[in-house]
Structure formats: structure tokens, C-alpha cells
T-cell receptor
Framework: AQSVTQLDSQVPVFEEAPVELRCNYS??????LFWYVQYPNQGLQLLLK??????LVKGINGFEAEFNKSQTSFHLRKPSVHISDTAEYFC????????FGAGTTVTVRA | DAGVIQSPRHEVTEMGQEVTLRCKPI?????LFWYRQTMMRGLELLIY????????DSGMPEDRFSAKMPNASFSTLKIQPSEPRDSAVYFC????????????????FGPGTRLTVT
């Protein structure tokens, strides 16, 4: 079965520090991977996506992710976070229907 | 475009009552999805439609849940009778599907309906 696993449930980080959110996937076929962000009391918003091509994917709000086929990973990074990045982040695998990871709650502190 | 529109944003009802959630997808999107989000189970796909036809409803919890898409611009998710364990945030999402030129398998989510069943 195809699935994604988010390795961290909670990530506290100080403002202006870097952050990395880890996501591993399992699939025997071509993969399409996504990161979504959910701000408090809001819907999900697409941060970035990997469909094919360059393994380094840049998204909105300064986020980027790297697709690593050998390690079956798709980790999300941001070099310097802001208070406004406090949210829940979901890694997702898509073969027409999204299969979400359990989510990682990022709390940015001043 | 206004994005995916859901109504109501909040719904509080008593156990046993019928609840209807509504969704208007983005114009031109061929796929529509209903999700449920709870603390215990996270995000779950309930059902999805392609060109108004239900394709996979394996995520629908039980017969109390039903979903329809009478036309390309409207879908409903109905719970009858509702139970306290149905309390959750319900999201609708739409996608242009394959080869749209705007994204591949990309889904756009509505703001959700927070349902509380007392």
C-alpha cells in the first residue's frame, strides 16, 4: 500500500531559526508528493508539489522540499521561520485521492 | 475565482437531526472530494466524484452518510440521523484532474464546515 509517514508530530522552533519537517513515503510506482499547510481554523493550502523533474521544489512563503528517491523522503524546509508560520503541516501522497500524513504542528516562538 | 465555497461554516445540531453540508467547487474542476478531519483520526477521504459521478465512497463511515453531486457546481454531504461522534470539520476539495495545465492531481480545499452534534 502507498502511504506517507510524518516523523515528527510537534516541532517547536524560535523565530528566524531554520526548520525541517520530515516525511517518508512508501510506493512502488511513480509518486506525486505534496505539502499542505493548515493555519488555525482554516482549510488546507498547497505549499508545494513534486510531480517529476528537479528534485528540489520551491513553494510559497519561502518553503522548499527535496525529493529523495533513494531514501524515499520528501522533507520540507525553511531557512528562517516567522511567527506567522505557526500552523499544522501535512505531507500527502496523491494517486487521485490524497493520502495524508498525520500532520506536524509547528509552533514558532519569539 | 472565489475558490471552493462551503456552507455553512459552523453547524450545531442535536443528535438524531439531519445535517446537510454544501459545497461549490471551482469552476472547471472535474473532481470533487469530501474529507473529514478529527483529532483522533486526522484527515480522512470520505468520497470523491469525477464529472458528477461518485467514483469511490469506501471512506463513507456508514449508511447514515450520503453524498450527491447533481451538477458540476454543487455537491451535498448529508448525515441522517446525526450522532455526537460525527462531530468534526468537513472539508470539500476540488481538482482539475489530469492534463489541465494548472496542476497534476492538485486539490484545492474549501474553508471547511465545523459540525458539532450534541
Amino acid at each position: 500500500a502507498q502511504s506517507v509517514t510524518q516523523l515528527d508530530s510537534q516541532v517547536p522552533v524560535f523565530e528566524e531559526a531554520p526548520v525541517e519537517l520530515r516525511c517518508n513515503y512508501s510506493s512502488s510506482v511513480s509518486v506525486y508528493l505534496f505539502w499542505y499547510v493548515q493555519y488555525p481554523n482554516q482549510g488546507l493550502q498547497l505549499l508545494l508539489k513534486y510531480l517529476s523533474g528537479s528534485t528540489l521544489v520551491k513553494g510559497i512563503n519561502g518553503f522548499e522540499a527535496e525529493f529523495n528517491k533513494s531514501q524515499t523522503s520528501f522533507h520540507l524546509r525553511k531557512p528562517s521561520v516567522h511567527i506567522s508560520d505557526t500552523a499544522e503541516y501535512f505531507c500527502a501522497f496523491n494517486d487521485y485521492k490524497l493520502s495524508f500524513g498525520a500532520g506536524t504542528t509547528v509552533t514558532v516562538r519569539a | 475565482d472565489a475558490g471552493v465555497i462551503q456552507s455553512p461554516r459552523h453547524e450545531v445540531t442535536e443528535m438524531g437531526q439531519e445535517v446537510t453540508l454544501r459545497c461549490k467547487p471551482i469552476s472547471g474542476h472535474d473532481y470533487l472530494f469530501w474529507y473529514r478531519q478529527t483529532m483522533m483520526r486526522g484527515l480522512e477521504l470520505l468520497i470523491y466524484f469525477n464529472n458528477n459521478v461518485p467514483i469511490d465512497d469506501s471512506g463513507m463511515p456508514e449508511d447514515r452518510f450520503s453524498a450527491k453531486m447533481p451538477n458540476a457546481s454543487f455537491s451535498t454531504l448529508k448525515i441522517q440521523p446525526s450522532e455526537p461522534r460525527d462531530s468534526a470539520v468537513y472539508f470539500c476539495a476540488s481538482s482539475p484532474g489530469l492534463g489541465s495545465g494548472t496542476g497534476f492531481y492538485e486539490q484545492y480545499f474549501g474553508p471547511g464546515t465545523r459540525l458539532t452534534v450534541t
